[in-house]
């Protein structure tokens, strides 16, 4: 799985044998996508193709005519050395180098020549052997999928996931050029949600004009994008899925755009400009008094009507509650300039609301028959800073509950003396500290809490977990902090049936 970003947002430009067996004309496209790169300041590659045709090919097939790609590859042969010239050439352009090996000898190669990712072709992405050569060479993998079926591409993920290497998937339709009507990028998303985790690209062989598809591959969650390229000359014609620079330029260039405006703004949330909120505020009703209204009257819903413009500091119409006590002397028609009040009621509504959308985020379902408790060490109002939400699903000899932790929320150092139990990261981030040690716990992770043991734990961006363990006993956490042990179990927890 990918450790770092040598996958994300990465732009590669496929050569194949575009080169048409010459190193000049090789290095001529190299240095045309380096000024594409530059230009601007993308994370890029240029991607070789590796076999060794002396013993790729079957010797009695070498000269035949009628065998599909054997002439276009005898006639766009390169040698060993070759190769080596057009590697530097990438590298002295500031560009990731990559190949594609379609045989063991061109691995070799790969090794050989100082290549920085290796390529996976969709032809050979059920390879074995070739795919064992390439995972043992430890190299970051990109692996297209073109003509694979959801059961084999689970197969090269378990494999690659297995052989413990750094590899990346590419959503491909295996059609040159293909078709709009079978591209399926759908199934990004779908690849995305299967292999959490790994990043997940798409290798487009569509119409070099058509810059709809990459931008709508990005907005599909593609942060790998793939393309084949070459250079037109007055005697070499380019295929009919092979961008010349310039439309390898506007390539770039719509993704970027793609990229820009479909990344989010905001950790955890969704980022609102001033402008944004400007405009929705000259919309608002604000809520205006029917009648005079003398300060500490309460104000009831008969009293009051809803209509623009709202003002600034004025109360807006979702922000009113029947009962409201008003603070100052108001006149008819005047508009109501009072904070809405809180209550441990709208606090609780809102981190319930919370907690919710974690669990629709994660795709976690919790069915009807379950309990939620709201563990406050230091009150409602406190409780975003410190506690959790339990979701209390089974208590018999056996106990499972499920805990949500808010993101930046604390749950303070305590113990149990009859209870042991297990915890499973199912979402999110954990920090978790047992007895002075800590552990950074990452989805699937699971750590065993033993009586007596002196544990807390947090979360960055917000976590659910699964907690196993023998029967819940009440009164059985034993907290350090004396401010909490001094409190009624009632006092630091509410009980929901329903939500």
């Known amino acids: ?74 006639g766009t042969r390169l040698e060993y050395e070759d190769f080596r010239e057009l590697v530097d050439a990438i590298h002295d352009e500031g560009m990731i180098a990559m190949s594609t090996p379609f045989d063991e000898d061109g691995v070799e190669w790969c090794l050989d020549h100082g290549i920085d990712i290796i390529k996976v072709a969709s032809c050979s992405s059920l390879d074995w052997p070739l795919l064992t050569k390439i995972a043992f060479t430890r190299k970051p993998v990109i692996i297209s999928t ?40 759908d199934f990004i998303e779908r690849m995305q949600i299967r292999y959490r985790g790994v990043t997940i690209g798409y290798s487009g062989h569509e119409d070099p004009n058509d810059n709809i598809v990459p931008m709508l591959a990005i907005a599909k969650g593609a942060e790998i994008l793939e393309r084949h390229v070459g250079y037109p000359t007055d005697e070499i014609t380019l295929n009919a899925y092979s961008m010349n620079p310039d439309q390898a330029d506007m390539w770039v260039k719509a993704s970027l755009d793609a990229i820009e405006m479909c990344r989010s703004k905001k950790i955890n949330d969704k980022y609102i400009s001033q402008e944004e909120l400007d405009s929705l505020n000259s919309l608002k009703r604000g809520v205006y008094v029917k009648r005079d209204i003398k300060k500490g009257e309460e104000i009831k819903d008969e009293d009051v009507f809803f209509a623009m413009p709202c003002h600034d500091d004025q109360m807006d119409s979702g922000e009113f509650i029947d009962g409201i006590i008003a603070t100052k002397d108001y006149n008819a028609n005047g508009g109501l300039y009072e904070k809405k009040p809180t209550s441990h009621i709208n606090l609780i509504r809102s981190v319930v609301h919370d907690a919710k959308g974690i669990l629709f985020e994660s795709g976690i379902a919790l069915g009807t028959e379950f309990e939620v408790e709201l563990s406050h060490h230091y009150g409602v109002k406190h409780f975003r800073q410190y506690g959790a939400v339990i979701v209390n699903i089974i208590n018999r000899e056996y106990c499972k509950k499920l805990l949500i932790v808010l993101p930046g929320q604390k749950h303070p150092i305590h113990m149990h003396k009859i209870k042991e139990e297990t915890f499973q990261l199912l979402y ?56 909490i042990r001094k409190l009624d179990p009632i006092e630091r927890k509410t009980i929901l049936k329903n939500w």
């Open 1 to 74: 799985m990918s450790t770092n970003n040598i996958f994300k947002d990465l732009f590669i430009f496929e050569m194949a044998n575009s080169h048409q067996g010459s190193v000049d004309h090789g290095i001529k496209i190299i240095k045309a996508m380096g000024r594409i790169a530059r230009k601007y300041n993308i994370h890029a590659a240029v991607k070789l193709q590796y076999r060794n045709l002396d013993t790729f090919i079957h010797p009695d097939y070498v000269n035949r005519k009628d065998i599909k790609h054997v002439p276009r590859f005898m």
């Open 146 to 185: 073109g003509g694979k079926k959801l059961s084999d591409i689970d197969k090269i993920y378990n494999f690659f996931t297995h052989k413990g290497c750094e590899f990346a998937l590419l959503h491909c339709i295996a059609e040159y050029p293909a078709p709009k009507e079978n591209l399926q990028l």
């Open 428 to 483: 999110g981030d954990l920090s978790i500290t047992i007895n002075g040690q800590d552990r950074l716990m990452k989805p699937g992770d699971i750590q065993t809490v033993l009586r007596g043991d002196k544990h807390s734990f947090t979360s960055t961006n917000g976590a659910i977990f699964e907690e196993v363990s023998t029967t819940h006993i009440k009164n059985d956490s034993y907290y350090d902090d004396p401010d």
